[in-house]
């Protein structure tokens, strides 16, 4: 997938070089995380949206509401935001990792004219 994501970056940047650039891509993560009780492992799909422009790129995670990084490259952001998310689920209880993680997250892209 990632070298998808390079590609598509190259050819959208060549052909608007002097326009402001953001690529919304989602992705879903299965993180593992120990029980900290049962000492099992615990497997969570979540969703992240990445945007990418001059200054490098964003992601969040819209189903953990403030649960977003950045990272100079799209590895870096994707360690990062994976960091972040097995931080914030940590912090909560399954009941609570079950509640925000049961939202379907739903993309498409929508063309708009201006007159």
Same mark, same amino acid.
């Given at each position: 997938? #990632?070298?998808? +994501?390079? /590609?598509?970056?190259?050819?959208?940047?060549?052909?608007?070089?002097?326009?402001?650039r953001?690529? %919304?891509?989602?992705?879903?993560?299965?993180?593992?995380?120990?029980d900290?009780?049962?000492?099992?492992?615990?497997?969570y799909? #979540?969703s992240? +949206?990445? /945007?990418?422009?001059?200054?490098?790129?964003?992601?969040?995670?819209?189903?953990?509401k403030?649960? %977003?990084s950045?990272?100079?490259?799209f590895?870096?952001?994707?360690?990062?935001?994976?960091?972040?998310?097995e931080?914030?689920?940590?912090?909560?209880s399954?009941e609570?990792?079950?509640?925000?993680?049961?939202?379907e997250?739903?993309?498409?892209?929508?063309?708009v004219t201006?007159?």
């Amino acid at each position: 997938m #990632v070298s998808a +994501v390079v /590609e598509a970056e190259q050819s959208c940047g060549k052909r608007f070089s002097n326009c402001r650039r953001v690529f %919304h891509f989602v992705l879903h993560f299965c993180m593992m995380m120990s029980d900290p009780i049962g000492g099992s492992q615990m497997s969570y799909k #979540v969703s992240i +949206v990445l /945007e990418r422009d001059d200054f490098g790129y964003y992601a969040y995670c819209p189903e953990l509401k403030g649960c %977003h990084s950045q990272g100079d490259s799209f590895e870096e952001v994707i360690a990062n935001i994976r960091e972040a998310i097995e931080l914030y689920l940590e912090t909560l209880s399954e009941e609570e990792r079950r509640q925000h993680l049961s939202r379907e997250i739903l993309t498409t892209a929508l063309e708009v004219t201006l007159a």
